[in-house]
């Protein structure tokens, strides 16, 4: 008799200790903090067996496994959480950042629109979507989003290269070497940039010297895509 109350007791504390679904999440939010993300997947699980309707948990677990590159497995989370509450840009935007890693560009589009129309005031909206139209050569719509992220911090480096990457599918090369030229001032160690300011001199405006100046550096730098260039017009 004695172990059967005991028994009984200790599952009476296993179900007065049960954590809620409050500490649950919040347990699942220090897991992703410390990116244990296949613990945070599993937490997220649990509060959804009290609540499948917890469209926080539900976004929550999507960006667990995007975080670990189950972007398919991703995108359907999303899109549980969309259903859940598409009035919340941020399942949109998630989703539509999972497409943009499969290279689903265009549907990466079509989340960003919609993330972007319930939220305008995000701008890591601008300059993903930038990134997926610069992808589907929409140059235009690219600098346009690129040039929104810009007005809200001027100081920033990956946004001035690829602005300068769309101006050059745009035939923009002014713009491109002003843009460039940004990248590599705030970014004095983007070989990348070096190497794109460095083709549009020497093969859109005929600056041998300059163009080949900045071949060299992005060449310094270990982008080694400028070694033909520099053996072909700088010797």
Known sequence: MKKIWMLG??????IACSPSEEELMQAGMEKMDTQQWEDAVSIFDRVLEKN???S????????????????KEAISVFSEAIEVDSASYKPWFNRGNAHFELGNLKEAVSDYNMANRLDPQQ???YYNRGLALLGIEYYEDAILDFDMALQVNPNQALVYFNKGKAQMG????????ESLTNAVNLDPKNGAAYYLLGVTRLSALNEKS???ADL???LSLGYQEA?????DFCQ
């Open 9 to 14: 007791l200790l599952v009476f504390g296993l």
């Open 52 to 54: 499948a309707g917890q």
């Open 56 to 71: 926080q948990a539900i976004n929550a677990k999507g960006v667990a496994l995007f975080q670990q590159e189950k972007y």
């Open 123 to 125: 701008t890591d909206i």
């Open 170 to 177: 745009n035939n923009d090369p002014i713009g491109a070497l």
């Open 210 to 212: 300059e163009g080949c």
């Open 216 to 218: 060299k550096m992005a």
């Open 227 to 231: 070694e033909s260039w520099v053996k």
